[in-house]
């Protein structure tokens, strides 16, 4: 009977269209499209040198200005320049802009400025170059008013020399902000199952549908029917969690640090607590359907949104702002266990969120027990 | 003894849905609740299903007390309700079946329960249909085949024929004799009282909460003063002939409406002769005259003042 019953629910589960396309085809899709998305913003392949033009006007000669040497130094990567310069006049210089032959013209005479046609990513590159080195170059001049001798005491190699504040373990991990999103999709993914376990808990309630009274005219235990209806929603829903981390990490080459039985546990963690908070939906708010689907498909999104999966910075924001809110968001959870397992090298924050999303899901699922096991309903 | 309900009392707030009802019924028989909507019958089912608190009152259903653990008693209850209780995404074969497994442990005796309860109901052409694809009839057939499929001992269908046509309706009323012959005790509500009369060996009527009547229709037809009633087209009756009709022997009533003088009589044998010699003395013409028996409609009216179907 027990399995019977377990095919049944896994049946309805897998032909339910809606639930299918929320939790199996729409992360997917999701994914894709970070995917997409991020491959082109954030990929140095991509940048290609720009051919600009300097307009020098000798009249305002400066023997510290290094520009002209600068540009023609910088590189995206070894070997590869950054610019290809032409020196130019300054009719020359309009003339090959309005050609489209060059992105921009500067011209050094009594500030540094720069001409372009149109806004696009080429010419903020070459602006926002050019307002790096103003800083630096006003930087330079007022060092030397103070102390001329400076620029022998190797001030250029100072100012030249990027230090870096943190250490990076030997991990192998490169930080990578679009991970933030991918991780944050696949915890929102195992929220998901919220509207799972709200389902679950409508079928067996003798007041919520018409089938829970038929099933409660039954001799089946709830608790026994409530076991297996959510095993076969976990299953289902597990299903699609394993489809998605397989689809990131074979077709989208995602990296997760290589922790992947760890991952997939805090995702089935995660899940379990999806289920039994939309179990404890249906059970303690005594609503219609409709509230209560949107009560649980907002607080997924809100998590989500709180683990910055729509703003990145949010994250942040929130650590510093409310640092109770990521111990308490299952998203959160989930997505900074996935961090944990990525950049860290020992499992300690992995356990301490997984743990906190386990002792979550364990009481939520008492919680809907409670109020499931309510013998006779006041109204039907 | 299979159910007994006594002194039962539900209230909604201020609303009193169950008022002090009692009713019993027999092994082997079709009970009819009879009432108009709100009159408390699907609340009175609910609660001898123990799906609903009550306020007063003691069920018992076999003998023993009615509660949610009795799983002993639940095992021999079929419910089919008003609305269509199956899963969308299950096929004809799959809900039979499913429903089934919620009774049987065996599987292989689910699956020829689930067989027998498909040929009951004539789906045998639909099983591997989805509930989506099946027409109203068709539907409420799949509704009882998942209600009975495990063959309960009783039977409660609430308001199963609602919004079903004509030729499926008669079906669902000769299934439920047909479980009945098969041993199942029935109990039946609606408002149709044709549907009552049809199939119903016993019939309580219920109005407000409380059994208003009861016992065979033959029995509760008896209570009433009307004897039958008796319909005469006639297009020149004055009103003091219809004064002097009024003031015959066991003449109960006389309404004359749209050319029709309906006349409710007592019960006695020479009503429709005595109307019609006194027509034909008086020249009053008339065209068809048919008469008719007391309904339940009748039995309600008089014990209640209003229709059944108001």
């Known amino acids: 009977m027990v399995f019977q019953l377990y095919k049944s629910r896994l049946k309805c589960l897998f032909r339910n269209r809606v639930n299918i396309f929320w939790s199996y085809a729409f992360p997917i899709l999701l994914a894709s499209l970070f995917y997409f998305a991020f491959t082109d913003m954030f990929s140095s392949n991509n940048l290609e040198t720009i051919s600009i033009a300097y307009v020098e006007d000798v009249g305002y000669k400066n023997d510290m200005d290094y520009l002209k040497d600068v540009l023609e130094e910088a590189e995206i990567s070894q070997g590869l320049p950054l610019f290809n310069v032409r020196y130019l006049n300054v009719e020359e210089a309009s003339k090959a802009l309005g050609e489209d032959e060059i992105t921009a013209y500067i011209v050094n005479g009594e500030g540094v400025r720069v001409y372009v046609k149109k806004n696009g990513i080429s010419e903020t590159i070459v602006k926002s170059f050019l307002d790096s080195y103003k800083r630096s170059a006003y930087t330079i001049q007022a060092i030397l008013m103070k102390n001329p001798d400076a620029l022998s005491q190797g001030l250029l190699d100072d100012i030249m020399e990027y230090k870096s504040f943190t250490s990076e373990l030997d991990k192998g991990a490169k930080p990578d902000i679009t991970l933030t999103y991918f991780y944050a999709l696949l915890a929102m993914t195992c929220m998901m199952a919220v509207n799972w376990g709200l389902d679950e808990v409508i079928n067996i309630q003798g007041n919520r549908s018409s089938r829970g009274a038929r099933i409660n005219v039954s001799p089946i235990h709830k608790m026994k029917l409530l076991i297996i209806n959510m095993l076969a929603a976990f299953t289902a829903h597990a299903a699609g969690i394993c489809l998605l981390i397989i689809y990131m990490l074979k077709v989208l080459k995602i990296s997760f640090g290589g922790q992947l039985p760890q991952m997939v546990l805090a995702c089935l963690i995660g899940e379990m607590f999806g289920l039994f908070f939309g179990a404890a939906v249906g059970v303690w708010v005594n609503k219609s359907t409709g509230v209560q689907d949107a009560i649980t498909t907002s607080f997924t999104l809100i998590s989500a949104f709180l683990s910055g999966m729509m703003i990145v910075e949010i994250k942040g924001l929130i650590v510093k702002k409310v640092p109770i809110v990521p111990y308490i968001n299952p998203v959160s959870l989930i997505s900074d266990s996935f961090y944990s397992l990525y950049y860290y090298d020992d499992l300690d924050r992995f356990y301490v969120n997984t743990s906190i999303l386990l002792f979550m899901s364990v009481a939520l699922g008492v919680i809907s027990y409670l109020g499931l096991r309510r013998k006779t309903y006041a109204s039907i | ?310």
């Open chain 2, 1 to 310: 003894m299979i159910v007994k309900v006594d002194g039962l009392v539900k209230r909604y707030g201020k609303l009193v849905a169950l008022d002090y009802l009692n009713f019993e019924v027999e092994e082997g028989e079709i009970f009819g609740l009879l009432g108009p909507n709100g009159s408390g019958k699907t609340t009175a089912i609910n609660c001898i299903l123990a799906l609903l608190k009550y306020d007063k009152g003691s069920i018992e259903v076999f003998g023993k007390p009615m509660g949610p653990d009795e799983f002993d008693i639940k095992r021999n209850i079929g419910l089919i309700m008003q609305n269509v209780a199956v899963f969308d995404e299950l096929t004809v074969y799959e809900n039979i079946q499913y429903f089934c497994s919620l009774y049987i442990n065996d599987k292989k005796k689910v699956n020829e329960l689930t067989e027998e309860a498909i040929k009951f109901v004539a789906l045998e052409d639909y099983a591997k249909f989805y509930p989506k694809k099946l027409s109203g009839g068709l539907l409420r057939r799949l509704n009882i085949a998942c209600g009975v499929v495990h063959k309960p001992k009783l039977i409660i269908l609430d308001e199963p024929t609602v919004a079903v046509d004509p030729q499926s309706r008669n079906k669902i009323l000769e299934g439920i004799k047909q479980l009945n012959e098969q041993g199942a005790t029935i109990i039946y509500t609606s408002h149709y009282m044709e549907e009552i009369e049809q199939i119903c060996s016993k019939i309580a009527i219920i109005d407000k909460g409380r059994v208003v009547a009861s016992g065979t229709k033959e029995e509760l037809k008896g209570m009433i003063s009307i004897g039958e009633k008796i319909t005469i087209e006639t297009f020149q009756i004055t009103e003091d002939q219809i004064m002097m009709l009024r003031q015959m022997q066991n003449v109960l009533s006389i309404t004359y409406e749209n050319n029709q003088l309906e006349i409710k009589s007592g019960k006695g044998k020479n009503n429709l002769l005595q109307v019609l010699h006194y027509m034909e003395s008086n020249n009053i013409s008339f065209g068809k005259v048919f008469t008719q028996l007391p309904t339940l409609n009748d039995v309600f009216l008089e014990i209640t003042g209003k229709e059944l179907r108001d």
